[in-house]
């Protein structure tokens, strides 16, 4: 059964980090391109950061680029959301997704091109 699972998420103050795991069973993450997505209340789900399998190409949302860091452990099958610098509008849902390794990072973060979606975890950033 194929399987990504999220942890990490929790409260944080503003300027605080976290780092999101994202870990994978049942199949392996080198051959997808990897993605987080995140969800507030009442917003859309949109794409925060996405990393290829064959050039290690990434994506960032201009609210993240520099604060977000996206990494893969292909050792580990897991993919990592390293967030510093964390606001009170980085609050949300945060979902792991995977998308076959031909899908680009801009077609995945920008028009949601996945299929695979984690359960997601929660992210709260107030002081």
């Known amino acids: 059964q194929l399987q990504l699972v999220e942890s990490g998420g929790g409260l944080v103050q503003p300027g605080g980090s976290l780092r999101l795991p994202c870990a994978a069973s049942?199949?392996?993450?080198?051959?997808?391109?990897i993605g987080w997505f995140r969800q507030a209340p009442g917003k859309e789900r949109e794409g925060v950061s996405c990393?290829?399998?064959?050039?290690?190409?990434?994506y960032y949302a201009d609210s993240v680029k520099g604060r977000f860091t996206i990494s893969r452990d292909n050792a580990k099958n897991t993919v990592y959301l390293q967030m510093n610098s964390l606001k009170p509008e980085d609050t949300a849902v945060y979902y792991c997704?995977?998308?076959?390794?031909?899908?680009?990072?801009?077609?995945?973060?920008?028009?949601?091109?996945?299929?695979?979606w984690g359960q997601g975890t929660q992210v709260t950033v107030s002081s």
């Open positions: 997704a995977a998308a076959t390794w031909t899908t680009t990072v801009q077609a995945m973060c920008l028009f949601t091109t996945v299929d695979y």
């Open positions: 049942g199949f392996t993450l080198d051959y997808y391109t």
């Open positions: 990393i290829s399998s064959s050039d290690g190409s990434t």
